[in-house]
């Protein structure tokens, strides 16, 4: 069933933007909410105390659902969640949002969508605009999408409801509404959280793209770090794609991206398909 589940939910987020329907702001507001009564209270516990009552209700339902109408409402459920559990925007809805602002070649009018999706707000010079969105859109497609489902292949559904908590108050575009020590804490936990997903995102990426490059981003042992993460994943997804020095600036380096993440979304599943008839 977790095929079927990680099938139609990456369906779903590929070809249809529902991002405005994932509605995270009571979770971080009740996080601020419990900080302010007890403001003594250490950034951990704090992140404990929000999570459980979250994963306890998750987990609960998914028991509770067991077996109904022949595991068919459980097989909802798990889609709600996962689906629920993506970034809190469209990965691909943006990333072409971006491409496409950009291949009109105004990197001014751009930096309102730089900015919204990807968080991007250096745009002085071309080839560093471009250097980022690469890295952010491969960095983001960990965050959004391939460390959720990780988590809920090990986890089910409290797993990846798990990751996209500890994500949202990490988050670098929502620090506005969590405090620095909270934020700092959960970036912490979701680089621990994220070390297994990105070093197997990493090794994909070799798959779907240049093998031999991608390996050689592996040969120094910084990869083994948690302060490695975002670093390992940009390179390595860069050196996929066959680029070495400077980026193409008309937008093709981006649509090639986007056609690396469809490849190796396309083996995941492949994978998780023998896994399960092995099984």
């Known amino acids: ?21 994932r509605y995270w702001n009571v979770y971080l ?133 798990l990751y996209r908590c500890m994500a949202l108050t990490a988050d670098a575009s929502l620090r506005d509404k969590v405090t620095p020590e909270l934020s700092q804490s959960a970036f912490f936990l979701e680089s621990i959280l994220d070390w297994l997903p990105i070093r197997i995102f990493t090794i994909l990426f070799a798959l779907g793209g240049h093998f031999v490059q991608v390996f050689a981003c592996l040969r120094y042992k910084t990869w083994l770090y948690f302060s490695s993460n975002s670093v390992l994943l940009s390179q390595s997804g860069i050196a996929s794609l066959g680029y070495h020095d400077s980026l193409p600036e008309d937008g093709s380096a981006e649509t090639h991206a986007i056609s690396l993440l469809d490849r190796v979304f396309i083996i995941v599943l492949v994978i998780i398909a023998m896994m399960a008839w092995l099984i």
């Open 1 to 21: 069933m977790t095929f079927i589940v990680i099938l139609i939910s990456l369906l779903i987020e590929r070809f249809f933007d529902w991002s405005h329907l």
């Open 29 to 161: 507001a009740y996080q601020n909410k419990l900080l302010k009564k007890f403001p003594t209270l250490s950034p951990y516990f704090a992140l404990a105390f929000a999570m459980i009552p979250l994963l306890i209700i998750v987990g609960l339902m998914n028991l509770l659902i067991l077996d109904w109408l022949y595991g068919f409402v459980e097989l909802l459920f798990d889609i709600v969640i996962l689906l629920f559990c993506f970034g809190q925007r469209n990965l691909w809805a943006d990333a072409f949002a971006c491409i496409n602002v950009l291949m009109r070649g105004d990197i001014q009018f751009a930096e309102e969508t730089l900015k919204t999706s990807f968080n991007i707000t250096d745009i002085k010079h071309a080839q560093s605009v471009h250097q980022q969105l690469i890295s952010n859109i491969f960095i983001e497609a960990n965050r959004r999408v391939f460390s959720v489902i990780v988590w809920f292949i090990i986890f089910g559904p409290m797993g990846a409801v």
